[in-house]
């Protein structure tokens, strides 16, 4: 029984290993394009996209985040960041508006994908630019979202998996250490049936003693009688 419980152990903390070892996922790396989108129900037109491998909350705060570093002050409505009469020197030395739209494109939650609209407009014009109308801008525009957008979501991506699978290790580990004492647990049992048996083996043996003693003295006692049976005979 002690070698089962060490076996079953032993496949235990096997398999728990080999499942905490599984590699992080690869993503590809995402490229951004002209298109045209709407940014609510009442504005569209002319804007960069870029697909990305994330739920639309974790696209925003990640694009958030990264426009804060960049020292841009915006605000949030709804799905959409705005940054309105703002600088923004990687992209344009001009005052410029921008607005970064979220729309789910796959909502599975194990590989959800997002598409993010980026609209910019100049001063005041309500138009939105596009390569024809500025084709450094929109060039700029495009290295910002494929050199620090999307290599910030793949580290966010690898940073999340990595946590999950810290998580499954740290699960593992308690899972071994449960097991483990349930294995020592065990073999105190054993140890404890074992010496249950011996003291039994050993109630035994003295009984089997104290029996054979009591078959003696019954025959002693039996031989005691006849003799004075035999006498009592003599003296009649």
Known sequence: MKKTFLLLFALAATMLAMNAQEQVAVWETPKSYESNANLDKKTGGACVSINVSANEKTALTVMENLLKKEGLKGKTKGKTLLYEKTV???????YINIYVGFVAANKDKKNPQTTVNV??????SKDF???AADVQLITNLKNFLDMQYAPAMYNNNVEKQREAK??????????????????????????????DIE?????IKKANSDIETS??????????????????????
């Open 88 to 94: 923004f020197p990687a992209i344009s030395t001009d």
């Open 119 to 124: 609209f910019v407009s100049k001063g005041i």
């Open 129 to 131: 630019v596009n390569s």
């Open 166 to 195: 810290q998580k499954e290790i740290d699960k593992s580990k308690s899972d071994l250490d449960n097991l483990a004492k349930t294995v020592d647990k065990r073999q105190k049992d054993i140890k404890g049936y074992e010496k």
């Open 199 to 203: 003291k039994a083996n050993e109630n």
């Open 215 to 236: 078959q003696k003295q019954t025959e002693t006692t039996k031989a005691l009688l006849q003799k004075l049976q035999e006498e009592l005979k003599t003296i009649k």
